[in-house]
């Protein structure tokens, strides 16, 4: 029989621990009981469950912004360098998209 695929946050709102209690679980990294590892993976079983783990995360999140990071000191904006740099970012991201 072809197991199921159930989300991360399913499978933890089941057991009533976190989710990343059950990524760390799953992953085996992390400080996880063995008990804690063992109920979650007789839960999957006794469920014919395998868990999904690319589920959608924030990072996969795509804003489009680009934060340029300058020195704060004096007159930064005086120096020909640092306007150089900030037109170059912006000629190069513009024509991208963003």
């Not at 990524?23 to 999957?44: D, F, M």
């Not at 999140?61 to 930064?76: A, Y």
């Amino acid at each position: 029989m072809k197991k199921k695929k159930v989300n991360i946050s399913h499978i933890a709102k089941e057991l009533d621990i976190s989710p990343s209690t059950v990524s760390r679980a799953l992953s085996g990294s992390g400080r996880i009981s063995q008990n804690t590892r063992v109920k979650i993976n007789e839960y999957l079983e006794s469920h014919n469950l395998i868990p999904n783990t690319r589920e959608r995360h924030y990072s996969d999140i795509v804003t489009k912004m680009i934060s340029v990071v300058l020195p704060g000191e004096g007159d930064f904006v005086k120096i020909p360098y640092f306007s150089n740099v900030l037109y170059s970012v912006y000629d190069y991201f513009s024509i991208r998209g963003y």
